[in-house]
């Protein structure tokens, strides 16, 4: 088995209204369901908001620390999840039902480096 990250990615700006996200979070949940019924879910987790990030970069003996995201951007990770399974044919499958029930945000599939 191989783990994947499938990450979430959303527009930056308000988090649209409960009534527009109640039918998607219901679809999720079945989708987190269906996953952990098959013995593929390792763990999945939403961000808050990027404004809401730290970023430590060092420098020699200096250690700059700037609240905010790492770039400025139009989009940033809203939440991930991480998946064990057999290959990346069924990553990509996980990822496709996934992009389906959270259209028209990205989902970006990578492999655990080991």
Not at 30 to 55: C, K, M, Q, Y
Request: overall charge negative.
């Amino acid at each position: 088995m191989t783990q994947y990250l499938l990450s979430i990615y959303q527009p930056d700006g308000p988090v649209p209204d409960d009534e527009f996200l109640a039918p998607i979070m219901k679809e999720l949940a079945i989708w987190n369901d269906e996953l952990r019924a098959a013995g593929s879910w390792v763990f999945s987790a939403g961000l808050h908001p990027p404004e809401t990030a730290t970023v430590l970069r060092s420098s020699g003996e200096e250690l700059l620390v700037t609240d905010g995201p790492f770039t400025e951007g139009k989009e940033h990770l809203g939440g991930f999840t991480v998946v064990d399974v057999a290959d990346l044919d069924e990553a990509m499958e996980w990822a496709r039902k996934l992009a389906r029930i959270l259209e028209p945000l990205s989902i970006e599939v990578r492999p655990f480096a080991h």
